[in-house]
Antibody, heavy 118, light 110 residues
Framework: QVHLVESGGGVVQPGGSLRLSCVASGNSLYSYGIHWLRQAPGKGLEWVAFIQASDVNERSYTDTVKGRFTISRDNSKTIVYLQMTSLRPEDTALYYC??????????WGPGTMVTVSS | QTVVTQEASFSVSPGGTVTLTCGLHSDSVSTTHRPSWYQQTPGQAPRTLIYNTNTRSSGVPDRFSGSILGNKAALTITGAQVDDESDYYCVLYMGPLIWVFGGGTKLTVL
């Protein structure tokens, strides 16, 4: 079974940047729409961003990250990135990349932790 | 700002039936919102239970079912088991390319 694996998390100061990566173990992400979701410690899940498989220009974001986060795919479409800038303490969360199918989320990975703190 | 509502907590006895709901603060939920449901136990990644209102994800037992009840999406667990004690999240597709999670329901089985 294909699983998605996230990486790139870490500790960053407020105002800083991080780039998260998402790869599929044993397969390519080529044909998948990919979402980034997050979960702050002790809180619920939140949808963050989405990029289409067929049209990489079709992207969307939740309002709280618009203008600060950018979702993208590499040219071979084997990796999906989440570039995060102007990070805030409230961006502290476990970030998941998931496969988008039938308007829902599938193939959850273990996530990568982002901590924004001075 | 879209608000998706879920019960904060619910309790069910082992073997019992429970229905969790997923609503919209200012509208009715319909199949066009493509409701989906996720189960999460502490320290674990979520697991997809139901998508497209009532389609069970691969490997999900048939005691989990999804539907529209009145003006809300619903997740029904029939014959609840102790292992079902988890947090349950619904998601609604608000289009175009926008999804919103509910706040989650903490289900206790005892």
């Amino acid at each position: 079974q294909v699983h998605l694996v996230e990486s790139g998390g870490g500790v960053v100061q407020p105002g800083g940047s991080l780039r998260l990566s998402c790869v599929a173990s044993g397969n390519s992400l080529y044909s998948y729409g990919i979402h980034w979701l997050r979960q702050a410690p002790g809180k619920g899940l939140e949808w963050v961003a989405f990029i289409q498989a067929s049209d990489v220009n079709e992207r969307s974001y939740t309002d709280t990250v618009k203008g600060r986060f950018t979702i993208s795919r590499d040219n071979s479409k084997t990796i999906v990135y989440l570039q995060m800038t102007s990070l805030r303490p409230e961006d502290t969360a476990l970030y998941y990349c998931v496969h988008g199918r039938d308007y829902s989320f599938h193939m959850w990975g273990p996530g990568t932790m982002v901590t924004v703190s001075s | 700002q879209t608000v998706v509502t879920q019960e904060a907590s619910f309790s069910v006895s082992p073997g019992g039936t429970v229905t969790l709901t997923c609503g919209l603060h200012s509208d009715s939920v319909s199949t066009t919102h493509r409701p989906s449901w996720y189960q999460q136990t502490p320290g674990q990644a979520p697991r997809t239970l139901i998508y497209n209102t009532n389609t069970r994800s691969s490997g999900v037992p048939d005691r989990f079912s999804g539907s529209i009840l009145g003006n809300k999406a619903a997740l029904t667990i029939t014959g609840a088991q102790v292992d079902d004690e988890s947090d349950y999240y619904c998601v609604l597709y608000m289009g175009p390319l926008i999804w919103v999670f509910g706040g989650g329901t903490k289900l206790t089985v005892l």
